[in-house]
């Protein structure tokens, strides 16, 4: 089966996503309805390129799928909660930080600071989950920046909050 159709099956019905959908030729129309994003002040337009992305950007979703998505992600009802301790794994993941690998960036703990996992893209948006107490934050600034900048964002957020 094709990548949408597996995102379709096992994660967007499986969890009641009903505003999460893989981007590509069939959602032309839908572009130029999703919240637009700018490098700077100019507004970036590139429909071909976020529906070639596939499994590397294309998931176009909503604040609440999101976290829907994170929540059950964390709580392993994707997949076996064994593989939830390996996110924070060097073995399995690079040693920039945040560290990525498995399909989540994790930046680990540290002294009085909890690990954060979760994900961000080059479109600002980013998605995280303190570990220890299991709060979410979501955020975006619909700027174009590299990916470690909202996930620092994210990671800040979360970091300040009371515990």
């Not at 967007?12 to 009903?18: A, D, F, T």
């Not at 390129?49 to 009802?77: K, M």
Request: aromatic share 12%; glycine share 10%.
């Amino acid at each position: 089966m094709s990548f949408e159709e597996l995102i379709r099956l096992r994660v967007v019905s499986s969890l009641g996503l009903n505003t999460t959908y893989v981007f590509g030729p069939d959602h032309y129309e839908k572009y130029f309805t999703l919240s637009p994003v700018y490098l700077g002040s100019r507004v970036v337009r590139i429909p071909q390129a976020l529906a070639s992305s596939g499994a590397d950007g294309a998931i176009v979703s909503t604040p609440r799928d999101t976290l829907t998505f994170l929540g059950a992600f964390w709580r392993g009802e994707l997949f076996s909660a064994s593989w939830i301790p390996r996110l924070s794994n060097p073995n399995f993941a690079s040693t920039a930080s945040p560290r990525m690998g498995l399909g989540a960036m994790v930046l680990p703990g540290r002294i009085r600071k909890p690990m954060i996992a979760g994900h961000s893209g080059i479109t600002g948006a980013a998605v995280g989950i303190d570990t220890s107490n299991r709060r979410f934050a979501f955020l975006t600034n619909f700027q174009w920046s590299p990916l470690a900048t909202s996930f620092e964002n994210v990671t800040g957020l979360l970091r300040s909050l009371p515990r």
